[in-house]
Protein backbone atom coordinates (compact mmCIF):
# COMPACT_ATOMS: atom_id res chain seq x y z
CA UNK A 1 0.00 0.00 0.00
CA UNK A 2 0.89 3.57 -1.15
CA UNK A 3 1.29 5.67 2.52
CA UNK A 4 1.90 8.64 0.54
CA UNK A 5 -1.19 8.14 -1.60
CA UNK A 6 -3.37 7.32 0.91
CA UNK A 7 -3.47 10.58 2.74
CA UNK A 8 -6.05 12.62 2.17
CA UNK A 9 -5.08 16.34 1.42
CA UNK A 10 -7.03 19.24 3.39
CA UNK A 11 -7.90 22.15 1.07
CA UNK A 12 -7.40 25.46 3.03
CA UNK A 13 -11.03 27.34 3.13
CA UNK A 14 -9.63 30.09 0.13
CA UNK A 15 -8.47 27.44 -2.34
CA UNK A 16 -11.00 26.47 -4.50
CA UNK A 17 -10.51 23.32 -6.32
CA UNK A 18 -12.50 22.05 -9.59
CA UNK A 19 -12.10 18.05 -10.79
CA UNK A 20 -13.18 17.19 -14.48
CA UNK A 21 -11.90 13.74 -15.12
CA UNK A 22 -8.61 14.03 -14.66
CA UNK A 23 -7.62 17.58 -14.97
CA UNK A 24 -7.54 19.14 -11.71
CA UNK A 25 -7.64 23.31 -11.61
CA UNK A 26 -6.10 24.93 -8.27
CA UNK A 27 -7.44 28.51 -7.44
CA UNK A 28 -5.89 30.15 -4.36
CA UNK A 29 -4.93 34.08 -3.46
CA UNK A 30 -1.66 32.98 -4.84
CA UNK A 31 -2.97 32.51 -8.36
CA UNK A 32 -4.17 29.35 -10.48
CA UNK A 33 -2.66 26.65 -12.02
CA UNK A 34 -4.11 23.24 -13.63
CA UNK A 35 -2.77 20.19 -14.39
CA UNK A 36 -3.87 16.56 -16.42
CA UNK A 37 -2.79 12.76 -14.86
CA UNK A 38 -3.40 9.85 -15.74
CA UNK A 39 -6.66 8.37 -16.29
CA UNK A 40 -6.19 5.30 -14.24
CA UNK A 41 -6.38 7.25 -11.03
CA UNK A 42 -9.56 8.60 -9.45
CA UNK A 43 -9.55 11.69 -7.70
CA UNK A 44 -12.73 13.01 -5.70
CA UNK A 45 -13.45 15.89 -3.41
CA UNK A 46 -14.87 14.87 -0.39
CA UNK A 47 -15.76 17.29 2.41
CA UNK A 48 -12.72 19.67 2.51
CA UNK A 49 -10.15 17.12 1.71
CA UNK A 50 -9.07 15.69 -1.63
CA UNK A 51 -8.90 11.94 -1.93
CA UNK A 52 -6.90 9.70 -4.75
CA UNK A 53 -7.39 6.33 -5.34
CA UNK A 54 -6.06 3.47 -7.59
CA UNK A 55 -7.64 1.20 -10.01
CA UNK A 56 -5.47 -2.22 -9.11
CA UNK A 57 -2.39 -2.85 -7.50
CA UNK A 58 -0.27 -3.22 -10.88
CA UNK A 59 3.24 -1.21 -10.07
CA UNK A 60 2.01 1.17 -12.43
CA UNK A 61 -0.73 2.15 -10.73
CA UNK A 62 1.18 2.34 -7.12
CA UNK A 63 3.74 4.55 -8.54
CA UNK A 64 1.15 6.82 -9.90
CA UNK A 65 -0.61 6.70 -7.31
CA UNK A 66 1.78 8.34 -4.67
CA UNK A 67 2.97 10.78 -7.73
CA UNK A 68 -0.53 12.30 -8.10
CA UNK A 69 -1.21 13.17 -4.80
CA UNK A 70 1.96 14.63 -3.88
CA UNK A 71 1.74 16.87 -7.66
CA UNK A 72 -1.86 17.77 -6.16
CA UNK A 73 -0.88 18.34 -2.46
CA UNK A 74 1.63 20.91 -4.18
CA UNK A 75 -0.33 22.27 -6.33
CA UNK A 76 -2.22 23.18 -3.35
CA UNK A 77 0.64 24.24 -0.96
CA UNK A 78 1.38 26.57 -4.32
CA UNK A 79 -1.60 28.66 -4.59
CA UNK A 80 -1.90 29.01 -0.75
CA UNK A 81 1.62 29.71 0.00
CA UNK A 82 3.79 29.69 -2.42
CA UNK A 83 7.28 28.12 -3.30
CA UNK A 84 10.95 30.24 -2.62
CA UNK A 85 14.39 28.80 -3.41
CA UNK A 86 17.43 31.33 -2.12
CA UNK A 87 20.63 31.33 -4.11
CA UNK A 88 23.92 33.28 -2.87
CA UNK A 89 27.00 34.36 -4.84
CA UNK A 90 30.18 33.59 -2.77
CA UNK A 91 33.68 34.65 -4.49
CA UNK A 92 35.29 38.44 -5.14
CA UNK A 93 33.79 40.58 -7.83
CA UNK A 94 30.57 38.11 -7.98
CA UNK A 95 27.67 40.32 -8.35
CA UNK A 96 24.31 39.83 -9.26
CA UNK A 97 21.65 42.67 -10.51
CA UNK A 98 18.19 42.67 -11.84
CA UNK A 99 17.47 44.43 -15.58
CA UNK A 100 13.77 44.41 -16.63
CA UNK A 101 13.17 40.66 -16.70
CA UNK A 102 16.74 39.64 -16.87
CA UNK A 103 19.44 38.80 -14.41
CA UNK A 104 23.17 39.81 -15.28
CA UNK A 105 25.94 38.01 -13.38
CA UNK A 106 29.38 39.11 -13.04
CA UNK A 107 30.96 35.56 -12.09
CA UNK A 108 34.33 35.40 -13.20
CA UNK A 109 33.88 35.12 -16.70
CA UNK A 110 35.32 37.26 -19.55
CA UNK A 111 31.63 38.83 -20.45
CA UNK A 112 28.45 39.34 -17.73
CA UNK A 113 26.33 36.30 -18.29
CA UNK A 114 21.97 36.94 -19.22
CA UNK A 115 19.84 34.67 -17.43
CA UNK A 116 16.27 35.69 -18.93
CA UNK A 117 13.41 35.25 -16.00
CA UNK A 118 10.11 33.08 -17.09
CA UNK A 119 7.03 34.97 -16.64
CA UNK A 120 5.14 33.15 -14.27
CA UNK A 121 8.26 33.20 -11.58
CA UNK A 122 8.91 35.95 -9.35
CA UNK A 123 13.04 36.93 -8.62
CA UNK A 124 14.21 39.47 -6.29
CA UNK A 125 17.82 40.64 -5.78
CA UNK A 126 18.91 41.24 -2.29
CA UNK A 127 22.18 43.66 -1.98
CA UNK A 128 24.70 41.96 -4.88
CA UNK A 129 24.88 38.38 -4.10
CA UNK A 130 21.39 36.85 -3.26
CA UNK A 131 18.53 35.72 -5.28
CA UNK A 132 15.01 34.97 -4.19
CA UNK A 133 13.36 33.04 -6.63
CA UNK A 134 9.28 32.96 -5.76
CA UNK A 135 6.12 31.40 -7.57
CA UNK A 136 3.47 28.74 -7.65
CA UNK A 137 4.91 26.22 -9.53
CA UNK A 138 7.14 24.04 -7.19
CA UNK A 139 8.68 22.37 -10.18
CA UNK A 140 9.06 25.49 -12.19
CA UNK A 141 10.46 27.16 -9.31
CA UNK A 142 13.00 24.06 -8.66
CA UNK A 143 13.98 24.37 -12.66
CA UNK A 144 14.90 28.00 -12.82
CA UNK A 145 17.01 28.01 -9.20
CA UNK A 146 19.31 24.85 -10.77
CA UNK A 147 19.68 26.53 -14.14
CA UNK A 148 20.93 29.81 -12.36
CA UNK A 149 23.14 27.35 -10.05
CA UNK A 150 24.49 25.80 -13.39
CA UNK A 151 25.84 28.92 -15.02
CA UNK A 152 28.57 29.44 -12.00
CA UNK A 153 28.36 26.18 -9.67
CA UNK A 154 30.19 26.42 -6.59
CA UNK A 155 34.23 25.47 -6.75
CA UNK A 156 34.61 22.49 -4.48
CA UNK A 157 38.84 23.60 -3.75
CA UNK A 158 37.87 27.57 -3.14
CA UNK A 159 34.05 27.50 -2.93
CA UNK A 160 33.85 30.21 -5.37
CA UNK A 161 30.40 30.39 -7.70
CA UNK A 162 26.48 29.99 -7.26
CA UNK A 163 25.01 27.82 -4.15
CA UNK A 164 21.77 27.21 -2.65
CA UNK A 165 21.62 29.93 0.34
CA UNK A 166 22.16 26.53 2.97
CA UNK A 167 24.23 24.54 1.07
CA UNK A 168 27.17 23.30 2.46
CA UNK A 169 30.24 22.67 -0.16
CA UNK A 170 32.95 20.56 1.29
CA UNK A 171 36.25 21.49 0.55
CA UNK A 172 39.41 19.71 -0.67
CA UNK A 173 42.76 20.01 0.41
CA UNK A 174 44.50 20.68 -2.90
CA UNK A 175 48.50 20.27 -3.46
CA UNK A 176 49.51 21.94 -0.14
CA UNK A 177 47.26 19.44 1.92
CA UNK A 178 48.11 16.29 0.37
CA UNK A 179 51.60 17.40 0.87
CA UNK A 180 50.88 17.54 4.60
CA UNK A 181 48.83 14.71 5.01
CA UNK A 182 52.19 12.76 4.16
CA UNK A 183 50.73 11.93 0.42
Known amino acids: MSRIGLLPIPVPEDVQINIEGNKVT ?12 HPDISIRLEERNIVVC ?10 LHGLTRSLIANMVKGVSEGFEKALELQGVGYRVQEKDDKL ?18 SVS ?23 IRAIRPADCYKGKGIRYSREEIRLKPGKAGKAISGG
Do not use: M
Open 54 to 63: RQSNDRAHRA
Open 104 to 121: LFQVGYSHPVEFQIPSSI
Open 125 to 147: VEGTNRIHIKGIDKGVVGEVAAA
Open 26 to 37: VKGSKGEIYRCF
